[in-house]
């Protein structure tokens, strides 16, 4: 079992920055992928950036790359994810999740059905 606790999110202007954390706990942090997700009113969750285990693999998703950065320090427990350049349409709830290492999960990492825990969201506003 995993318990994943956001922190971080808030209101800020366009072109401003936000760092999301989240805290994980009941596991070895490194023994779990941790992907960061995100859901406005009315949309299905989607996918935004994903970090191995061990964090030497990172993925995006296009709208993000370049902007967002995924990263963990598994030494706190606890699994980051920079965003820089917001723009309105990244107004969501933001959620971290995590996946038990699994040799297929490289393959399905975007899938929301890839995480067997999840965080209970932070809210992100993005003003224009």
């Known amino acids: 079992q995993v318990e994943l606790v956001e922190s971080g999110g808030g209101l800020v202007q366009t072109g401003g920055s936000l760092r999301l954390s989240c805290a994980a706990s009941?596991?070895?942090?490194?023994?779990?992928?941790m992907g960061w997700f995100r859901q406005a009113p009315g949309s299905e969750r989607q996918f935004v950036a994903a970090?191995?285990?061990?964090?030497?693999?990172?993925y995006y998703h296009p709208s993000v790359k370049g902007r967002f950065t995924v990263s963990r320090d598994n030494a706190k427990s606890t699994g980051y994810l920079q965003m820089n350049s917001l723009k309105f349409e990244d107004t969501a709830v933001y959620y971290c999740?995590?996946?038990?290492?699994?040799?297929?999960?490289?393959?399905?990492?975007?899938?929301?059905?890839?995480?067997?825990?999840w965080g209970q969201g932070t809210q992100v506003t993005v003003s224009s």
């Open positions: 999740a995590a996946a038990p290492l699994r040799s297929d999960w490289n393959g399905y990492y975007y899938q929301p059905s890839a995480y067997d825990y």
């Open positions: 009941g596991r070895t942090f490194s023994s779990v992928h």
């Open positions: 970090i191995t285990g061990g964090g030497g693999r990172q």
